[in-house]
């Protein structure tokens, strides 16, 4: 996993000779029955090229770089490793500063049919409510986000699918897409409330719980309290908390301890040592395999590359 916190996609092949249509948005298009697989090219430089479709798409980069307009806002860049989702008849508008024959720029757009949506959140709010009387809905004010290593299985795993020629294509399609959605909407729930603590730390019993994480990240915090304050057993806390946010409590909290040691280990006065207990954790080795295992890289190699200046 990239030192950002973001997992790549697997590049596909590029197209060339006959294979080329165009050198701005060349389409691959792979159709099945409840969605499609669209793979773009770009091999020069462009600006504000239009790119819309009637059907939710969800958006991979896989190669280069853009630049993408949406919802009137500003422009952002839009790299490998990173997801954006765009509702229908909304036009994107794309530049390609870097692109080049030699380094083009290349993404996916999967299409996805309305009804296939609504009969997967019906199926969801009607056999798996949310807590807190919510529903399962796509939020469309989070449409950028960083690829984790469950979403970019999920995605690589569509891709190989999509561009394979197994007879069961279509229903293997169906069931990932299903899960991909599901994930979203996971990663968009923790986000919401991860960002809105405060506010909905009064109505939402995973709000509050996850506030309290946060200001006690550097305590002993222990399941069997945690679960209290959700009003919840221990195991239908845990079996709620990965249903509403696809990460087990557990999970989190050494998510969340491992952000705060590596802004620890920014300041140079703090040693690595420091910045384990300072941050919550009790074993330096189990510090150390767990900053390897989330951000693939040790401590140590994390902080040599702080202070050289080389982490971007």
Not at 30 to 57: G, I
Not at 217 to 226: F, Q, Y
Request: charge should be neutral; charged fraction near 20%.
């Amino acid at each position: 996993m990239a030192m950002n916190n973001k997992t790549l996609l697997s590049p596909l092949s590029l197209s060339h000779g006959k294979e080329l249509n165009t050198l701005v948005e060349n389409r691959r298009a792979y159709t099945m029955n409840h969605c499609e697989l669209n793979v773009f090219e770009t091999f020069e430089r462009s600006e504000l090229v239009p790119l819309t479709f009637s059907d939710l798409v969800i958006t991979s980069m896989l190669r280069g770089k853009k630049v993408m307009h949406l919802f009137d806002k500003p422009g952002f860049d839009y790299l490998p490793g990173e997801t954006v989702i765009v509702p229908p008849n909304i036009t994107m508008k794309i530049d390609f500063p870097e692109a080049t024959i030699n380094q083009p720029s290349q993404c996916t757009a999967l299409a996805i049919n309305h009804q296939e949506i609504t009969n997967t959140l019906d199926f969801l709010n009607e056999n798996y409510p949310r807590e807190d009387k919510r529903v399962w809905q796509l939020n469309y004010n989070q449409f950028h986000f960083f690829n984790n290593y469950e979403l970019a299985q999920l995605i690589n795993k569509l891709i190989r699918i999509s561009t394979g020629d197994a007879l069961t294509k279509d229903v293997l399609a169906n069931l990932t897409l299903k899960e991909l959605l599901i994930r979203i909407m996971q990663m968009q729930n923790i986000n919401e409330i991860s960002d809105n603590l405060h506010e909905l730390s009064s109505s939402s019993r995973f709000a509050y719980v996850l506030e309290y994480i946060r200001v006690h990240l550097s305590d002993k915090l222990n399941i069997d309290a945690l679960s209290q304050m959700a009003f919840m057993s221990k195991a239908s806390f845990f079996r709620a908390f990965r249903h509403e946010l696809g990460i087990s409590p557990v999970d989190y909290i050494i998510k969340e301890r491992l952000q705060l040691a590596k802004q620890l280990m920014n300041n140079p006065h703090n040693s690595i040592s420091e910045a384990c207990f300072k941050a919550g954790f009790n074993n330096l080795n189990y510090f150390s395999r767990a900053f390897k295992k989330i951000e693939g890289i040790t401590p140590s190699y994390y902080k040599a590359k702080l202070r050289d200046g080389h982490l971007n």
